[in-house]
């Protein structure tokens, strides 16, 4: 008996499914594409359209307490600070980037207790271990 898989979304089938909020599986990655994603179809303003979709992804899963807008802020800007290219695969991208794969990234610049307080959730939060590189955050 054989064994089928079905085949990996495209990028587009990929961000209408995130946009209707219809993904069954939502992981650190699919995060990281998104965000690269968004990033590639609105350029510098992709920020307001990533905040948007993530909230509203969350409420079609019935998740809303989960958004936190300085992770938001962070993973933008990480991806943005490793440049998406024109044409450039996702698989490229993060082959290019690793380090957007590691989930605890934000652990170089925030202590838990100030990351995951409400304050940092409702509204950016510097961080107090070591300064973000300079980006112009959205």
């Not at 307001?48 to 933008?76: N, P, S």
């Not at 996702?90 to 610049?109: G, I, M, N, Q, S």
Request: glycine residues 8%; proline residues 7%; negative net charge.
């Amino acid at each position: 008996m054989s064994e089928t898989t079905a085949a990996p979304m495209t990028d587009e089938e990929f961000l209408a499914g995130f946009e209707a909020g219809n993904l069954e599986n939502f992981g650190h990655r699919d995060h990281v594409r998104m965000a690269w994603l968004m990033l590639r179809r609105h350029g510098p303003g992709a920020a307001d359209a990533i905040r948007d979709g993530i909230r509203h992804f969350a409420q079609v899963k019935g998740a809303t307490g989960l958004y936190h807008e300085t992770l938001t802020q962070f993973w933008i800007e990480a991806c943005r600070a490793a440049g998406p290219q024109p044409g450039e695969s996702f698989d490229a991208f993060v082959a290019r980037a690793p380090h957007l794969l590691d989930k605890d990234l934000w652990a170089r610049h925030w202590t838990r207790e100030r990351l995951f307080a409400d304050e940092a959730r409702a509204a950016w939060a510097d961080p107090d271990l070591a300064p973000l590189p300079p980006v112009a955050r959205s």
